[in-house]
Structure formats: structure tokens, C-alpha cells
């Protein structure tokens, strides 16, 4: 089976034909050969052969322009007529970035990014106005923070005076406070770099965005799960089914 995506909500891989691997408590993998992850039309999965990883040319397809809009609609047909919400994301220890989301589902977004708090400093009736105010904000806070920049926080907690002062200077709506460790994290996770034969198991404390953190003798490791996407792979029924450690592959 080929993995072609994941949901960090639900802590599971969506892998091709359509199943998903629950990630919730263990995890038990091989990957074998990496290659295009296919694309979807609608509601249908299209696989692609390709070598390329994760996406071909052909299957990346076009950027959203809704995606690229600063606050000029370049749409044909606007579609963004609907309550949009501008946030200030917080990554512990005090990363800050600056976002819009549909108001309806401010709290997913900010899930899937793996913030620590969110703010929201308004709301707006479309998404055009959003991200003017977005856009006035570009010189304070940037509008993308790295999985390396998340990752080097990451078992730390947010800071009481980051937070205080970005309460104090904004009108927040609404503040969000998310926690995604089953315990806390006693070390900074080792990042794993996936590749080809790579046993990945282990105990999952959590899912924090794109990061997935694992226990596995008496250390930490993390993996990006965007760097699982387009690899074939193998699963066994626990965290310590496979006979191969992930501590005897390279990172």
C-alpha cells in the first residue's frame, strides 16, 4: 500500500486504496519504494507511477489562488463569501505567525498546523478583507513558520509574557489552547529522515501537526509525516513486531 496522505486530527495515514493506519498509540512500518503520491479529481483518487516524490508535475497540480490572494480576488467567481477570522498562531516557546481561516473551522486550523494557542484578533465577513488585514500584520509576524522552527520548541511550553503581551495589544476574540502529548516531553526529539528499508516503530506520544513523536528506547524521535507521503510500506500488528530497529538506520 502506498501512503498518500494523513490527518493529524485523527492520527491516522490515509494510504491508497483507500484505508487508513491508525497512528493514535503504535506504530509499526517499513517503508519500501518512494514515488508520486497520485492526486485526487473530486472526490476521486487518481494513482500516478511515477518516481517522482511526493507529486509529479502532472499530479501537484495549480496553486489555490485563494491560497496566493493578498487581498485582491484574481477568481473569476469569488468564493470566499464567508466569515473569515484573522489569528495569530503561537508556537511554543513564543514563534508567532499570522493567518486567516473560515471562521467555522478556525479551531481545525490551528490543529493542523500544530499551534500551542491560537488568538483570534478578528473576524471578517469575507475572505478578501481578511487577508488585507493579514497583510498589514506581514511586517510584524510572518505568514509561515518551518517544521524545523515547530520542532525546536517543541518540549517546551508557551511563553506566559509572549502571550500576555500579544493579549494585551490586540482584541482577541477568542483564545485556543490545544495540548497534543500524552505526557510531557522530556527531551527534544531526535528527527528521523525517512528513506527507503527504514523500520519506523514505536510508542506515538502524539501528533502535533505535521510532527509525529515517538518513544522508542527510552528516546524521543520525531518524523515529519509530509516526508512519509508517495512511500510504499508495510505494516505489523504493534510497536515492537518488527525485528528491525529505527535505531540502526541513519538519520
Known amino acids: 500500500m502506498k501512503i498518500i496522505g494523513y490527518s493529524s486530527i485523527d492520527k491516522a495515514l490515509i494510504t491508497a486504496p483507500g484505508n487508513r493506519i491508525n497512528i493514535s498509540h503504535d506504530i509499526a512500518l517499513v517503508l519500501k519504494k518512494r514515488g508520486c503520491a497520485g492526486r485526487w479529481e473530486g472526490d476521486k483518487y487518481i494513482p500516478c507511477d511515477s ?39 503561537i ?45 498589514g500584520l506581514a511586517s510584524l509576524y510572518p505568514d509561515r513558520a518551518t517544521f524545523e522552527n515547530k520542532l525546536d520548541g517543541i518540549a517546551q511550553k508557551v511563553s506566559g509574557e509572549v ?15 490545544f495540548d497534543y502529548f500524552k505526557e510531557d516531553l522530556w527531551m527534544k ?15 506515538v506520544l502524539g501528533v502535533k501537526g505535521q510532527v509525529l513523536v515517538i518513544e522508542k528506547g527510552n528516546s524521543l524521535y520525531a518524523v515529519n509525516l509530509d516526508g512519509l507521503i508517495g512511500y510504499e510500506a508495510e505494516t505489523g500488528t504493534g510497536s515492537i513486531i518488527l525485528q528491525t530497529s529505527l535505531l540502526e538506520f541513519p538519520v
Open 51 to 89: 518516481g517522482t516524490a511526493p507529486y509529479c508535475d502532472h499530479c501537484c497540480g495549480l496553486p489555490d489562488p485563494c491560497i496566493m490572494c493578498r487581498g485582491e480576488c484574481r477568481k473569476t467567481d469569488k468564493t470566499c463569501d464567508i466569515g473569515h477570522s484573522v489569528y495569530l498562531a
Open 91 to 135: 508556537f511554543s516557546p513564543g514563534l508567532v505567525k499570522v493567518g486567516i481561516s473560515r471562521t467555522w473551522r478556525l479551531e481545525t486550523r490551528l490543529m493542523e498546523q500544530g499551534a500551542d494557542v491560537g488568538l483570534e484578533i478578528g473576524r471578517f465577513p469575507d475572505g478578501e478583507l481578511a487577508r488585507k488585514r493579514e497583510r
Open 163 to 177: 502571550l500576555q503581551k500579544l493579549c494585551g495589544k490586540y482584541e482577541v476574540e477568542r483564545v485556543l489552547q
Open 189 to 203: 526529539p531526535i528527527l528521523l529522515a525517512p528513506h527507503e528499508n527504514m523500520a519506523l516503530s514505536g510508542r
